[in-house]
């Protein structure tokens, strides 16, 4: 199944992708209905372009420390390349330039310069997008 692509197993979006095929199986008629799970509010959020672009400076191995859906503050950790090939070099620490909610997260551990790293997007209302 493609549950969330870049040749990676989620084990949040397998949970969800588990729950969907069961909810169709049961609408169906295959297996019993199960009582509907309580669902969060949705979040309007607006991404926020290259000022909330995290992108790898040199090539290397990429190790995330931050997850998606977590919030972050401008200068925060994000992650660390390590360099290929180069054993005395130390990692390069990639920081969050902004506050915000982390939305996008690479999942190939593989980079090259200039590769993106993650994306942020900052929560915004009905009013501000001009949708009331």
């Not at 040199?58 to 972050?72: A, K, M, N, Q, Y």
């Not at 401008?74 to 180069?86: K, M, Q, R, S, T």
Request: net charge neutral; hydrophobic share 40%; proline share 7%.
């Amino acid at each position: 199944a493609e549950i969330g692509g870049g040749g990676a197993i989620d084990r949040e979006l397998l949970a969800r992708t588990r729950a969907g095929v069961r909810r169709c199986l049961a609408h169906w008629g295959v297996l019993p209905r199960e009582p509907r799970p309580v669902l969060s509010s949705p979040r309007l959020l607006q991404l926020l372009g290259k000022t909330g672009s995290v992108m790898a400076e040199t090539d290397g191995i990429f190790e995330p420390l931050r997850g998606v859906d977590e919030h972050v503050r401008a200068g925060d950790p994000a992650g660390l390349v390590y360099p290929i090939g180069e054993i005395g070099r130390a990692a390069a620490e990639a920081r969050f330039p902004a506050d915000g909610i982390v939305i996008t997260e690479r999942t190939g551990a593989l980079v090259r310069r200039g590769d993106l790293l993650y994306n942020l997007a900052r929560p915004v209302t009905e009013a501000e997008l001009g949708l009331t």
